[in-house]
């Protein structure tokens, strides 16, 4: 375990949590939030239903549609506010911050916890949506952030990690960026958001009962870590390895651009991982993003996906990894969702995941 | 069970299947196909890949990079082609049409059956993947059809489903139609597709998982039946419903616009539909298509995925129906599958479904 960073904070003018996380050596100094906001309603809240069809929960967050789209550059909800009036971060200037998202698709707005046992089919969309800005620079991008920035953000998701598994009725916690108007981000300057969901995830459900089946039939082994060592045994699908980490291409990959990040130890999430690893992970992570922005003369649009898992709600089998995925399948070309994927959840893909691998792997700095 | 109607037959220069549907009283007569084709590779034969981390099958279709992209209207290869040199339909006119798909995700290009026994992680992508043209009229859509061109199509996709299931490999037939260049359809002349997959699908399989929980908690009642029960009681999210068939919008919608139409009587597929139920689902399917259509000054892009089952391979659980839906969110937006939905599954949605089924109430003719 290494030291969490231990953030400055404040709070925004409808009540609404902020931190700020300085670099070693600096300071963080926020100013009062001056915007006549007024405390959020409790139609903020959002609702979660559950799928009889598929046994998957879904949230249902009507107050988003009013959501912040494509502000002008300078009325940038994400830069700092010096007077406190312009934006969502009111100082002058700052490091790495979080705060809680305005239109949440989850909150604790008009509940506190939720209990879900088996035939409640509807609950208040109980949990956290945080937006973490990874720079105070509106115009870069994760990518190019210097590694003691970069792994200033990387610190933070565990910060995050650890305080939003302590929340009332929180029950997996995701970190994850979207990045690119090709996959909608309607604000450019450099952010994540942060979820603390009330439920399973549907892709966590499938993955840690794929874990269990496998570990039954293989003597308690782990899925994941199989899947590592048989990835780098065979080497055709690495992009890019360091001291504790391995980037790779996987087997069955499913979008054009796709990359999975693991530490060569088995931890269930961030909280996990010691400082050297914390460090590898910042600089492999740095590595790939930098090859993504190499592959197009555009950067290229992308989400990237933490996998954590909380091995004291019997996830034990979860093994902590990055995916990151792009739908751009050629310069002039994005890949859609469509019928088989959209409706039967049947990816088809037209990139051979070792060619992926191949020119992933030749456009290292 | 009513006739299914008997196609003309005909093949394309590199071997592909064709086949004219008429409508009563009408004759086709297909011309011979005499482009430069040559015979289809062996290469032309895609790969599926076994996902372990969640047991979903993936395929991997490197030839269709090079597929048809947006050509000018006066190339659309789906309009008909008198002198047999200009599209991929050889004939003065059709009324539908349907042809093997020239860059399949799905095929017997290189292999014949496939079996895929639990720990084969992959095989050839044997199965179908089919065009199927709604009319000859290429700036026409579904829900402009007469509704004896729609019967007809109903029919076509009625008697490919049998044809299909009875092909060596597939072990499902999925009919839907893509429709909107927002979803990435590259040509706008009115078509579906229908694919048979080597495999269960993982939206099928989940659906299945449920229903057999459902039957197994309540006597054997069947989830599906349940399910458009308590729609019709609770009345507030029917779109439409006519003699034999109800359109809702589910209680748990993923997308913006979602409707599912389902037959009032449980069938497992189109087959098992007796000719009123055909008609009664030709006719709400064009009434949900129509009220799609006046939401928004442009049309909707919609997605039309239909489920089918097979209770020959224990899947007698299944309940036949059609899931419609779009990314339109408001007349300016689109809905992205970011974070949350790409990388969990986990979807939120900022329509609530009882608003989306009063809208669309409204908008009946």
Chains 1, 2 share one sequence.
Not at 173 to 196: A, D, K, M, W
Not at 228 to 242: K, Y
Not at 336 to 343: C, D, H, K, Q, T
Request: hydrophobic content about 35%; glycine content about 6%; charged content about 20%.
């Amino acid at each position: 375990m290494t030291d969490t960073p231990t953030p400055v904070r404040s709070e925004l003018a409808d009540g609404r949590e902020i931190l700020f996380f300085p670099l070693p050596g600096n300071v963080s100094r926020p100013v009062q939030d001056v915007r006549p906001l007024g405390p959020r309603p409790q139609s903020a809240q959002s609702e979660i239903r559950y799928d009889v069809q598929t046994g998957d929960w879904v949230a249902i967050a009507a107050h988003r549609q009013d959501r912040t789209y494509k502000p002008p550059a300078d009325q940038c909800p994400l830069c700092p506010s010096p007077q406190g009036d312009s934006s969502e971060v009111p100082a002058a200037d700052y490091d790495v911050v979080v705060f809680e998202n305005r239109f949440p698709s989850l909150s604790h707005a008009g509940a506190d916890a939720t209990t879900l046992p088996a035939g409640v089919l509807s609950a208040p969309g109980v949990g956290r949506c945080e937006v973490i800005c990874f720079s105070s620079d509106h115009t870069t991008s994760f990518a190019e952030l210097s590694h003691q920035q970069a792994r200033l953000v990387v610190d933070v998701w565990r910060e995050r990690t650890e305080a939003l598994l302590g929340m009332s009725g929180v029950e997996q916690v995701f970190c994850f960026e979207n990045r690119g108007e090709e996959i909608g981000v309607t604000l450019s300057h450099p952010h994540g958001q942060i979820y603390g969901y009330p439920y399973l995830t549907p892709r966590t459900t499938s993955m840690l009962r794929q874990a269990r089946s496998f570990a039954d039939e293989h003597d308690g082994a782990n899925l994941f870590a199989d899947l590592l060592a048989r990835e780098i045994d065979a080497g055709v699908r690495i992009v890019a390895t360091n001291e504790h980490c391995t980037a790779f291409v996987p087997f069955a990959a499913r979008w054009p651009v796709e990359v999975h990040i693991y530490p060569n130890r088995q931890v269930h999430n961030l909280i996990e991982l010691s400082d050297a690893e914390l460090d590898s992970l910042t600089a492999i992570y740095l590595d790939v993003l930098e090859r993504f922005d190499r592959m197009y003369p555009t950067a290229l649009p992308y989400i990237s996906a933490l996998h954590q898992y909380r091995p004291d709600r019997g996830q034990e089998l979860g093994y902590f990894h990055i995916e990151l995925m792009s739908v751009r399948r050629s310069a002039t070309k994005l890949k859609f969702l469509a019928g088989s994927e959209s409706g039967m959840d049947a990816f088809v893909t037209d990139v051979t995941p070792e060619k992926m691998a191949a020119r992933l792997k030749v456009l290292g700095s």
